[in-house]
């Protein structure tokens, strides 16, 4: 499968595995492991082809926000 360059001062809305992977320096393997461990959303299927949205990775990526969805942080913040 040949790759696509991604053009532009911001990514895709909705890009595509090979874009996104792209767009964050990876591989895509290495995308899939992320997405796996919850350390990057899941793809939606929007027309059956499989996209990601932007804004959803961008959350998933900013300072922080690991801690925040994590189940095990959020159960030592509410306490016994």
Not at 30 to 53: E, F, I, M, N
Request: proline share 11%; with cysteine; glycine share 8%.
């Amino acid at each position: 499968m040949a790759k696509h360059a991604v053009f532009g001062d911001r990514p895709p809305a909705y890009p595509s595995k090979q874009e996104l992977a792209a767009e964050l320096c990876m591989s895509v393997s290495t995308l899939d492991g992320l997405v796996q461990r919850g350390l990057l959303p899941k793809p939606r299927r929007p027309g059956g082809s499989l996209r990601w949205c932007w804004r959803e990775v961008e959350a998933h990526l900013a300072p922080g926000a690991q801690d925040r969805a994590s189940p095990f942080i959020e159960a030592l913040r509410d306490g016994p």
